[in-house]
């Protein structure tokens, strides 16, 4: 059937979460009420990336970009545009329009333009719970070339010439992977994805499954054939509801269709696959921690070897993939090994998907060609740092990883190149930091993530780290003492050489990062008693600064505790001994007269 | 007072989760994740259940449900209030949003309110960075916040 036009309306989270789906509802009920729905092809997409634009809304076939959508402009889209054909100017995106009001598609604005989309080529293109989107776009198909034209060392094979490298962290060879599974004999195997995203900042893997769940099953089943496998299981993190939902009702279907099941596309290959959750712990993000939580027993490592590879799920060989490296292998298999490897550096290939978050203009997700830099990210198609402050960090590999300063930024991003800068690829969290953030209180927060998570089995997480929190919290709580920095770095070196698994092992990086980065800002609290940026409150004072005082009362009267005085009309006074630091007062002052130092 | 969770309705629902996962492979974690859903938490009642049920040794079964942060052996609030404190949030001032509602509502970090009401929790991402600082409210995700939206928030469950 042929529709005139085609409306797609962001079903990510980041758009549901600002009523999209009250959109998209609203705009059904219109068409109908004109009596056009048949002409309309409405689509609920996954995430389009720009999610701090939201909710996004897009009308073929002008393409035109309408950002921050209300309910109450669906009317005017329905008529304005579907119906009287003129595109909305005031709801575009801002920089969908030309300064002579010529309108630009979507692939044109800043944000998108350097990009480069491969796992997330589907989201926000198709409609995440149709099923004939996806096989519109040649859905299914790289799994009917996989079973019919190659044999399963082909398969490994194309997947090892690509250069793919695991999404998930490491970095490991894809194509290796799958070598060893294939070649370990049993009866029963299983191939497994990590949909755990423990990465408290990355949400690519929740993207990828909520805008194009069928990618991950149609990888998994490929993976199937490739290693022997006939069982395959999802282990998704519960705080991922609407990923989980879309994804059971894409596995249903594709069942339905003959996808999943007996005799796939008419041969004897049998696949199917199902849903775990996740209950909520980081370490089940390991891979042997993961396999223990899928059996139901606490999610904790256990050494390698054996690898999964080898002992699994049930002591079975297993396979584990990263969703994002999933998300690639249909594209490899479709378009070649040769093509994917055209792509990216020498030694990591193909596009990463980064979830650009923090003090930057277009916050959301991000897909570039290995070997972008940095500073392209961040300026270009992240549009920058707002309210005109001045960048400071920037934080790759979550609890991992560690931060690069301004002189890094036009390194060419790859798994080598952060590594060797002390940073690390991770799963793509990469959170801007400005002069607002106090680097001592970022290398705590993410110290406070890993005591809290640490699974407690071996004592230089557990107790290691448990060490260098409380270290770190003296520090920012103005009772640092000489040779606390030296204790730190100590500490942490022998942390990563003792722990088991790779929580401990990494979880010194971000104080480690920080320290060799800005060891004054560490020194300034240690031996000064003074957080230069301001943040660390048992270090902070509140001041009035007598000249910018116009004596208004207003701060006093918010004071909880009166802690200032001063007459009507003269310039006030805190009393520092009784100021609780709450801040009340710097917010009321409509002369910024109050200042934390 | 909390309210009542115990009832038979509700253990009848359980056993037809148990029903559905027994003989599967790894029973226990799907079967935990659906009694924390009807229940609310999976006190130690509800574990002597599955337990039995199941066939696990009861001290296995605590061992898993006191490993993850999604189990809860008290009952929450009827509403969880979940602030953000992954990275993203975080660095665009979660801490300040979470310091005002636990002021609003009286509620320690991890407490639930003494009428049953309202459980504040710090999460970890939920995976709405791009909206950071965001909270939950049960299902309903709020996001690009600031610390004046609280209030208004707060008063649509109150
Ligand atoms: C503490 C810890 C947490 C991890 N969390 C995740 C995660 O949330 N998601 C993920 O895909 N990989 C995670 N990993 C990496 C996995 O263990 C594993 O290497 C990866 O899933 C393998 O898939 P890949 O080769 O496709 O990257 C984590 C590793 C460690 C040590
Ligand atoms: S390093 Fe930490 S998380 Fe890993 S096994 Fe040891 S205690 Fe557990
Ligand atoms: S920071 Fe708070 S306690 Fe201190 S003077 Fe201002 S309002 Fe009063
Ligand atoms: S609010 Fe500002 S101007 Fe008014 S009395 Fe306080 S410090 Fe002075
Ligand atoms: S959720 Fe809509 S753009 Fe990300
Ligand atoms: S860091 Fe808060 S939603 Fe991701």
Same mark, same amino acid.
């Given at each position: 059937?042929?529709?005139?036009?085609?409306?797609?309306?962001?079903?990510?989270?980041?758009?549901?979460?600002?009523?999209?789906? #009250?959109?998209?509802?609203?705009?059904?009920?219109?068409?109908?009420?004109?009596?056009?729905?048949?002409?309309?092809?409405?689509?609920?997409?996954?995430?389009?990336?720009?999610?701090?634009?939201?909710?996004?809304?897009?009308?073929?076939?002008?393409?035109?970009?309408?950002?921050?959508? *209300?309910?109450?402009?669906?009317?005017?889209?329905?008529?304005?545009?579907?119906?009287?054909?003129?595109?909305?100017?005031?709801?575009?995106?801002?920089?969908?329009?030309?300064?002579?009001?010529?309108?630009?598609?979507?692939?044109?604005?800043?944000?998108?333009?350097?990009?480069?989309?491969?796992?997330?080529?589907?989201?926000?293109?198709?409609?995440? /719970?149709?099923?004939?989107?996806?096989?519109?776009?040649?859905?299914?198909?790289?799994?009917?070339?996989?079973?019919?034209?190659?044999? +399963?060392?082909?398969?490994?094979? /194309?997947?090892?010439?690509?250069?793919?490298? $695991?999404? !998930?962290?490491?970095?490991?060879?894809?194509?290796?992977?799958?070598?060893?599974?294939?070649?370990?004999?049993?009866?029963?195997?299983?191939?497994?994805?990590?949909?755990?995203?423990?990465?408290?900042?990355?949400?690519?893997?929740?993207?990828?499954?909520?805008?194009?769940?069928?990618?991950?099953?149609?990888?998994?089943?490929?993976?199937?054939?490739?290693?022997?496998?006939?069982?395959?299981?999802?282990?998704?993190?519960?705080?991922?509801? @609407?990923?989980?939902?879309?994804?059971?009702?894409?596995?249903?279907?594709?069942?339905?269709?003959?996808?999943?099941?007996?005799?796939?596309?008419?041969?004897?290959?049998?696949?199917?696959?199902?849903?775990?959750?996740?209950? !909520?712990?980081?370490?089940?993000?390991?891979?042997?921690?993961?396999?223990?939580?899928?059996? $139901?027993?606490?999610?904790?490592?256990?050494?390698?070897?054996?690898?999964?590879?080898?002992?699994?799920?049930?002591?079975?060989?297993?396979?584990?993939?990263?969703?994002?490296?999933?998300?690639?292998?249909?594209?490899?298999?479709?378009?070649?090994?040769?093509?994917?490897?055209?792509?990216?550096?020498?030694?990591? *290939?193909?596009? #990463?998907?980064?979830?650009? !978050?923090?003090?930057?203009?277009?916050?959301?997700?991000?897909?570039?060609?290995?070997?972008?830099?940095?500073?392209?990210?961040?300026?270009?198609?992240?549009?920058?740092?707002?309210?005109?402050?001045?960048?400071?960090?920037?934080?790759?590999?979550?609890?991992?990883?560690?931060?690069?300063?301004?002189?890094?930024?036009?390194?060419?991003?790859?798994?080598?190149?952060?590594?060797?800068?002390?940073?690390?690829?991770?799963?793509?969290?990469?959170?801007?930091?400005?002069?607002?953030?106090?680097?001592?209180?970022?290398?705590?927060?993410?110290?406070?993530?890993?005591?809290?998570?640490?699974?407690?089995?071996?004592?230089?997480?557990?107790?290691?780290?448990?060490?260098?929190?409380?270290?770190?919290?003296?520090?920012?709580?103005?009772?640092?003492?000489?040779?606390?920095?030296?204790?730190?770095? *100590?500490?942490?070196?022998?942390?990563?050489?003792?722990?088991?698994?790779?929580?401990?092992?990494?979880?010194?990086?971000?104080?480690?990062?920080?320290?060799?980065?800005?060891?004054?800002?560490? /020194?300034?609290?240690?031996?000064?008693?003074?957080?230069?940026?301001?943040?660390?409150?048992?270090?902070?004072?509140?001041?009035?600064?007598?000249?910018?005082?116009?004596?208004?009362?207003?701060?006093?009267?918010?004071?909880?505790?009166?802690?200032?005085?001063?007459?009507?009309?003269?310039?006030?006074?805190?009393?520092?001994?009784?100021?609780?630091?709450?801040?009340?007062?710097?917010?009321?002052?409509?002369?910024?007269?109050?200042?934390?130092? | 007072?909390?309210?009542?969770?115990?009832?038979?309705?509700?253990?009848?629902?359980?056993?037809?989760?148990?029903?559905?996962?027994?003989?599967?492979?790894?029973?226990?974690?799907?079967?935990?994740?659906?009694?924390?859903?009807?229940? $609310?938490?999976?006190?130690?009642?509800?574990?002597? *259940?599955?337990?039995? /049920?199941?066939?696990? +040794?009861?001290?296995?079964?605590?061992?898993?449900?006191?490993?993850?942060?999604?189990?809860?052996?008290?009952?929450?609030?009827?509403?969880?209030?979940? @602030?953000?404190?992954?990275?993203?949030?975080?660095?665009?001032?979660?801490?300040?949003?979470?310091?005002?509602?636990?002021?609003?509502?009286?509620?320690?970090?991890?407490?639930?309110?003494?009428? !049953?009401?309202?459980?504040?929790?710090?999460?970890?991402?939920?995976?709405?960075?791009?909206?950071?600082?965001?909270?939950?409210?049960?299902?309903?995700?709020?996001?690009?916040?600031?610390?004046?939206?609280?209030?208004?928030?707060?008063?649509?469950? #109150?």
């Amino acid at each position: 059937m042929a529709y005139k036009n085609q409306v797609l309306v962001c079903g990510g989270t980041g758009c549901t979460s600002s009523s999209s789906l #009250k959109i998209l509802e609203k705009m059904e009920n219109l068409l109908e009420q004109r009596g056009i729905r048949q002409d309309v092809k409405m689509v609920k997409t996954g995430c389009f990336g720009l999610c701090a634009a939201g909710p996004i809304v897009i009308v073929y076939p002008e393409g035109a970009f309408y950002a921050h959508v *209300k309910l109450e402009d669906v009317e005017k889209i329905v008529d304005e545009h579907i119906i009287g054909k003129k595109i909305i100017k005031d709801l575009l995106y801002k920089e969908a329009v030309t300064e002579d009001g010529e309108v630009k598609s979507f692939e044109e604005v800043p944000f998108y333009k350097k990009q480069m989309r491969i796992a997330l080529e589907h989201c926000g293109a198709i409609g995440a /719970e149709d099923i004939d989107d996806y096989i519109e776009l040649k859905g299914y198909k790289a799994l009917e070339k996989a079973l019919t034209e190659m044999t +399963p060392e082909n398969v490994i094979d /194309e997947v090892k010439r690509s250069g793919l490298r $695991g999404r !998930g962290g490491g970095g490991f060879p894809t194509g290796l992977k799958w070598e060893f599974t294939y070649k370990t004999e049993d009866e029963q195997k299983y191939v497994a994805c990590n949909a755990d995203e423990g990465d408290p900042g990355a949400f690519m893997d929740r993207s990828i499954l909520e805008g194009d769940p069928h990618c991950i099953i149609e990888a998994m089943a490929i993976a199937g054939y490739a290693v022997g496998a006939n069982q395959g299981y999802v282990y998704v993190r519960a705080e991922y509801p @609407v990923a989980i939902e879309r994804l059971q009702i894409a596995i249903d279907k594709a069942r339905e269709a003959g996808y999943l099941g007996k005799n796939i596309f008419g041969t004897d290959f049998e696949f199917d696959m199902e849903i775990r959750l996740g209950a !909520g712990a980081f370490v089940c993000g390991e891979e042997t921690a993961l396999i223990n939580s899928i059996e $139901g027993k606490r999610g904790m490592p256990r050494p390698r070897p054996p690898f999964p590879a080898v002992k699994g799920l049930w002591n079975k060989p297993t396979l584990l993939n990263n969703v994002e490296t999933y998300a690639n292998i249909t594209k490899i298999i479709l378009k070649g090994a040769d093509w994917f490897s055209s792509i990216g550096t020498e030694k990591s *290939k193909g596009t #990463k998907v980064f979830a650009l !978050g923090g003090k930057v203009e277009n916050t959301g997700l991000v897909e570039i060609p290995m070997g972008t830099t940095l500073r392209e990210i961040i300026f270009e198609i992240g549009g920058g740092i707002p309210n005109g402050k001045k960048f400071k960090a920037v934080q790759t590999g979550g609890p991992s990883g560690g931060c690069l300063t301004e002189e890094y930024l036009d390194t060419p991003i790859d798994y080598d190149s952060l590594t060797a800068l002390g940073s690390m690829m991770g799963s793509g969290g990469m959170i801007i930091l400005d002069e607002d953030n106090c680097m001592v209180d970022i290398a705590k927060f993410f110290l406070e993530f890993t005591v809290e998570e640490s699974c407690g089995k071996c004592p230089p997480c557990r107790i290691g780290t448990k060490r260098m929190l409380e270290t770190l919290e003296k520090i920012t709580e103005g009772k640092g003492e000489k040779g606390d920095i030296e204790k730190l770095e *100590k500490l942490a070196e022998n942390i990563k050489t003792s722990a088991l698994c790779g929580l401990g092992q990494t979880a010194p990086n971000p104080v480690l990062s920080t320290i060799k980065r800005f060891r004054h800002e560490y /020194e300034a609290h240690v031996n000064e008693k003074r957080c230069p940026s301001g943040v660390c409150q048992a270090l902070l004072e509140y001041k009035i600064t007598e000249d910018k005082c116009k004596g208004c009362t207003l701060c006093a009267k918010v004071c909880p505790v009166n802690a200032i005085k001063g007459n009507v009309k003269e310039a006030h006074v805190i009393d520092t001994n009784t100021c609780i630091k709450c801040g009340a007062c710097v917010a009321k002052c409509p002369f910024g007269a109050i200042s934390k130092q | 007072m909390a309210r009542d969770v115990f009832t038979k309705e509700n253990f009848e629902k359980l056993d037809h989760v148990i029903q559905k996962y027994k003989g599967k492979s790894g029973p226990l974690m799907p079967v935990l994740t659906e009694a924390q859903k009807i229940f $609310g938490c999976v006190a130690i009642e509800i574990q002597k *259940k599955i337990s039995e /049920e199941l066939n696990i +040794p009861l001290a296995e079964i605590y061992g898993v449900a006191t490993f993850y942060s999604q189990f809860s052996l008290q009952p929450k609030g009827e509403y969880v209030i979940g @602030v953000c404190l992954g990275t993203a949030c975080y660095v665009k001032g979660a801490q300040d949003i979470i310091n005002k509602i636990s002021k609003e509502i009286n509620v320690e970090v991890g407490k639930t309110s003494e009428d !049953g009401k309202f459980t504040l929790v710090a999460t970890r991402c939920i995976g709405a960075c791009g909206l950071a600082p965001v909270l939950t409210v049960n299902e309903d995700v709020y996001g690009k916040l600031t610390a004046d939206d609280v209030e208004g928030i707060l008063s649509k469950y #109150k």
